[in-house]
């Protein structure tokens, strides 16, 4: 699962970033009281911010996306704690499925 992480394609733009967090601890409030947590990687990229989140659900390529839905509150929650925080615009958040060699990107757009 390391080795799919790795491989991904949103690893190889952290990669190029000039600046690179990991384990970002995040508490924002939602509907429900407070959602708090730690985003694995966000990294700057241009004028916005990416959020990564490695996914170790047990899906196949073509169950990725469903996946991905499950996340959605997270990948708000990641939004709105990332632009609070740091003033700048979180363009994506992307989950990567480990067991299935996948990614799926939430866009600014989507969440």
Request: proline letters at 4%; hydrophobic letters at 50%.
């Amino acid at each position: 699962m390391v080795d799919a992480c790795l491989a991904s394609p949103v690893v190889a733009r952290a990669r190029a970033a000039a600046v690179v967090w990991n384990e970002v601890p995040y508490t924002v409030r939602v509907p429900e009281g407070y959602a708090t947590g730690r985003i694995d990687v966000v990294f700057r990229e241009g004028d916005h911010l990416v959020a990564v989140d490695w996914k170790s659900d047990s899906v196949g390529p073509t169950q990725v996306e469903a996946a991905a839905g499950g996340h959605r509150k997270q990948a708000e929650a990641y939004v709105r704690a990332l632009e609070a925080t740091t003033e700048l615009t979180v363009s994506e958040v992307v989950f990567v499925f480990a067991r299935a060699g996948a990614e799926w990107a939430f866009t600014a757009k989507m969440v």
